[in-house]
């Protein structure tokens, strides 16, 4: 079993930053591709960025490319997305996620989810 507690949402002004964190426990973490999706109001949940298990390999939605950045610590089994110059259109509850068969199970269908953290960017 996996758990994923996700922290570091709150409200910024746009073209600010946030720094969310999601901490993992359980068997095998290190080996779980893991990444980050978000639901608007009023929208489905989408994907956002997402990492390999070795790292080599990183992947973002396009609205988010250039200002996202998606880093792992595995000594902490932690990853990170770094939001910078936030938009209002970026507003959302962002769900940490994590997949036992790497990115394109990841973007798909994970095998676990976070509780969620609330971003808002206000304009």
């Known amino acids: 079993q996996v758990q994923l507690v996700e922290s570091g949402g709150g409200l910024v002004q746009a073209g600010g930053s946030l720094r969310l964190s999601c901490a993992a426990s359980?068997?095998?973490?290190?080996?779980?591709?893991m990444g980050w999706f978000r639901q608007a109001p009023g929208k489905e949940r989408e994907f956002v960025a997402a990492g390999s298990w070795s790292g080599a390999g990183t992947y973002y939605v396009d609205s988010v490319k250039g200002r996202f950045t998606i880093s792992r610590d595995y000594a902490k089994h932690t990853i990170y997305m770094q939001m910078d110059n936030l938009k209002p259109e970026d507003t959302a509850v962002y769900y940490c996620?994590?997949?036992?068969?790497?990115?394109?199970?990841?973007?798909?269908?994970?095998?676990?989810w976070g509780q969620g953290t609330q971003v808002t960017v206000s304009s």
């Open positions: 359980g068997r095998s973490i290190s080996e779980y591709a």
């Open positions: 996620a994590a997949a036992r068969r790497g990115t394109i199970q990841l973007r798909t269908s994970p095998d676990y």
